[in-house]
């Protein structure tokens, strides 16, 4: 094995894992530790065999490794004998001990809810949060990123210095598949980079990284969505006075999602397929047909929910008896799509293709993590969860062509399921009436990004363009990478707060990656938060993008440093948009700021390019927030710039 591996295997055994001792705990029977074990090294991998104690048949954990990569997996058996078998206990059936290490920092992301992650900044493995699922470590000079993963049957969390394994299902004899990967590197982001590529490429991730997903086409341009407009109670009369607003204040909106309030239910339970008529009294198609054909809205979709509606399916409707061999009843009593693949596609199929016939583009799906709430017991959740996805998905790329925005679904159970879909919902919701609201949503979007958007192009929700923080949330949205799109009340759009993220022909500007955390603000952050992202392509080499966000309630003053800016280095010149500055820069620059309440700051930084004629850049729209990712560019001499 070479040196590198050896070292980090001895490292995550020794230190990460304190000795591999393992915890194992059945139903009926007897639980203890494990920690006798015998090890078979070979070039790249190593399998620790423990001495089957408690009854156990087998327990080994492979560990394959690269230079600064490892996954491990674990094969925990139980036999039946006798006809009779204890199982593994549904929650915590197997844990390890954290942290043999002394980190100087530590970034987590765990569960705040059910639905959703938020970052968690600690010094120690006993401080970490229940429910992480993202966990990197400052240690001296090196950073170690641990990704818990899900198995054939179980998920991997992290809780209060403990990794634990669970299948939150009796009777499981067998527990099979990787459930942690764990890299290092100097550069934090270069560790959470190649944990996920190697993970991948060892198949310990099943599913595709972002840069394998196709993000659907109609997300490049501006949209709208109905919810924090209407919430409930949208009605297609209030669809169209928004878009009459949109028309005359000549806003170009190219896609509408139809938010939740358009469901016949009962109960919060589905009772059909078809829309609410005393909302939409003219029918979808008819609806849907205006929208596009006299507003010119190019796509439309519906908001619905994992499990049909919030409380899955009535079982007193009619669409419950013409269904039932599609649906399931969960132990807790909820009807929903079946647990079984071909039966829930043809539930989704069904819904799915009448929506597709009455000119519906896209759906949003909403309440994802509540499925692992709904299964347990049934069969172990990462399983069920995969079954669930592939049967949504199947039906999403045979009726929309694959366009849906995951949401409500950050753990990872879900996050690790999904088998084609691009866009997934990368924090709590925008709440406008919430005071301060925008610094927990700017906090959330960007932490989680480190991790979630290896996987996915991270949409970062909707926001108000009339609103306290609406030049905070422009500038995020513009840097963010996310599909960009308002939830704005009627007659409440502001055009001179939504065109500096949007080009004059309704497209947005994608950058290449979701914006994440600069360096210095990696482990924590303290009055001023700034973010990063890049775009290459069009502009002969690679343009940064950069912003600092005043999370306090007092003017600040300070400098953001371009060493902080990950892959920065070279010559460039900055254009901050507020302040309408250009600045040379170079990795040892200093970017300054004045920040008023609610401020902002935000720059363009483009390599300076030379020829004949001296030296230029290609300079993007200035009349836009962050135009990096646009194609609009001009041949720009830097002598021009009076820099």
């Known amino acids: ?135 990197l470590v400052k240690s001296g000079e090196q950073n170690y990123y641990m990704l818990p993963l899900t198995g054939d049957n179980f998920y991997c969390e992290i809780n209060s210095g403990r990794l634990y394994i669970s299948s939150d299902t009796s009777g499981i004899c067998r527990l099979t598949g990787a459930f942690l990967a764990v890299s290092v590197s100097a550069d934090p982001y270069k560790a959470v980079d190649d944990c996920f590529k190697y993970a991948r490429e060892v198949g310990a991730i099943r599913v595709p990284l972002k840069a394998e997903r196709t993000l659907p086409e109609l997300f490049r341009g501006f949209g709208w969505c109905t919810w924090d407009a209407f919430y409930a109670k949208v009605t297609s009369k209030g669809i169209f006075e928004k878009l009459d607003e949109f028309r005359e204040k000549n806003i170009p909106v190219k896609w509408v999602i139809i938010d939740d309030g358009w469901i016949q239910n009962r109960d919060s339970r589905l009772t059909s397929f078809e829309e609410n008529r005393e909302k939409f009294p003219e029918g979808f198609k008819a609806t849907i047909a205006r929208m596009k054909e006299e507003y010119g809205v190019e796509k439309v979709g519906v908001w619905h929910a994992f499990n049909g509606y919030w409380n899955g399916v009535d079982p007193n409707s009619a669409l419950y008896y013409g269904q039932r061999d599609n649906l399931d ?143 905070q949330s422009g500038v995020l949205r513009a840097i963010s990478g996310s599909p960009i799109y308002v939830s704005d009340e009627v007659n409440k759009s502001s055009r001179d707060a939504i065109l500096p993220v949007v080009e004059d022909d309704g497209r947005v500007m994608l950058c290449d990656n979701a ?24 502009f002969g080499g690679t343009i940064y993008g950069a912003a600092a966000f005043n999370l306090s309630d007092s003017e600040v003053k300070g400098s953001l440093a371009a060493a902080d800016i990950p892959g920065l280095d070279g010559d460039y010149v900055a254009y901050e948009y507020f302040t309408k500055k250009f600045t040379r820069v170079n990795k040892g620059s200093l970017l300054d700021y004045s920040l008023g309440v609610n401020g902002v700051a935000v720059w ?23 135009p990096i990712a646009s194609g609009h560019k001009v041949k720009t001499a830097v002598l021009a710039l009076g820099i």
Request: glycine share 8%; aromatic share 12%.
């Open 1 to 135: 094995m070479k040196e590198n591996s050896t070292t980090l295997y001895e490292f995550i055994k020794s230190k990460l894992l304190s000795g591999f001792a393992a915890d194992v705990s059945c139903i009926r029977g007897v639980s203890g530790r494990l920690a006798e074990f015998s090890e078979e090294i070979g070039d790249d991998s190593v399998v620790v065999t423990f001495k089957p104690e408690y009854g156990l048949e087998r327990f080994a954990i492979r560990v394959d490794l690269s230079d600064n990569s490892a996954v491990l997996s674990l094969d925990a058996k139980i036999p039946v004998q006798n006809g009779a078998y204890r199982g593994f206990s549904p929650e915590h059936a197997v844990s390890f001990t954290l942290g043999d290490v002394e980190p100087d920092a530590l970034l987590g992301s765990h569960h705040d809810c059910p639905w959703w992650m938020y970052p968690a900044f600690v010094k120690s493995f006993d401080e970490l949060k229940p429910r992480t699922q993202s966990l």
């Open 329 to 471: 009843v969960t132990p807790s009593g909820v009807v929903v799509p079946s647990f079984d693949e071909d039966k829930a596609f043809r539930f989704w199929d069904s819904w799915h293709s009448y929506l597709a016939s009455v000119g519906v583009d896209f759906v949003k799906v909403d309440n994802q993590s509540s499925n692992s709430a709904y299964i347990n017991g049934a069969l172990p959740t990462a399983e069920g969860c995969r079954k669930a996805h592939n049967a949504l998905e199947r039906s999403v790329y045979k009726n929309f062509g694959g366009a849906i925005i995951n949401c409500m679904g950050m753990d990872m159970e879900n996050v690790l399921a999904r088998p084609h879909s691009a866009v997934s919902r990368n924090s709590d919701d925008f709440f406008p009436r919430r005071e301060r609201g925008f610094v927990k949503h700017l906090v959330q979007n960007v932490y989680n990004a480190i991790w979630h958007g290896q996987l996915y192009y991270c949409d970062f929700d909707m926001w108000w363009s009339d609103h306290e923080s609406a030049v």
């Open 515 to 538: 914006a994440r955390p600069t360096l210095d603000c990696m482990y924590g952050f303290g009055d001023v938060l700034t973010i990063w992202n890049q775009s290459g392509g069009s």
């Open 604 to 626: 363009s930084i483009y390599p300076v390019l030379r020829d004949d004629s001296g030296e230029y850049i290609l300079l993007g729209d200035v009349s836009k927030y962050l």
